[in-house]
Structure formats: C-alpha cells, structure tokens
Nanobody, 124 residues
C-alpha cells in the first residue's frame, strides 16, 4: 500500500504562485508514474499534469500548460507541482496519484493510489 500526502495548498491572489508537494511512503517511489488531478467546486475531477518514473516525460492539461510545472525527486520520494500565474478558475482540491505504469497517463482510472488532497483557492 502506497500512502500519498499532499501539502502546500492555500489561498493566493490571482497571478500568484504556489508549489504543491506530494510525499510518498513507498521506497520504490521511482517505480510509479505520478499525476496531479484537481476537482473544483461543482466539477468533476480533471487531469492536471503527469510525469514518468524518471521524470523525463511530462504531460499537461491545456488549461495549465505554460503555467504549471510537474517535477519529481526520487531520492526524496516526492513529486511537485509548481503553479504560476494562478487564476480563480484554478481553485480546486488538488490530488496526487501514483500509477504502476511505464508511461504516464491522463486517465484517472489508471492510477492505483491517491492522496487525500490539498485545497487551493485563488482570489480575484
């Protein structure tokens, strides 16, 4: 069982930045592709970004491309989401997820383990 714990959420003004972290309990963290998803008020969960096991492949939702950056540090069992130029529509609970798969995917159904989420609120 892999335990994922997100942190770094909070309230920020539009145009500001936040960095989310997701720490994994699993020593074989590097065996997992990792993803970030979010669920806004009254919305379904949606894909944000994903990264391969080594970090060499990344995918982004069109809505965050150029503003968000996903990265990972396998030595620290941690994946990050740097969020810049935040907009009110980025307000959501952000979840990280782990997937036992070679190439990362945007499909939430593929992911095997999920964190509890961290709230991000962007004021206008």
């Amino acid at each position: 069982q892999v335990r994922l714990v997100e942190s770094g959420g909070g309230l920020v003004q539009a145009g500001g930045s936040l960095r989310l972290s997701c720490a994994a309990s699993e020593r074989t963290f590097s065996s997992f592709a990792m993803g970030w998803f979010r669920q806004g008020p009254g919305k379904e969960r949606e894909f944000v970004a994903a990264i391969s096991r080594s970090g060499g492949i990344t995918y982004y939702a069109d809505s965050v491309k150029g503003r968000f950056t996903i990265s990972r540090d396998n030595a620290k069992n941690t994946v990050y989401l740097q969020m810049n130029s935040l907009k009110p529509e980025d307000t959501a609970v952000y979840y990280c997820a782990a997937d036992l798969i070679i190439r990362p995917t945007m499909d939430a159904r593929s992911y095997d383990y999920w964190g509890q989420g961290t709230q991000v609120a962007v004021s206008s």
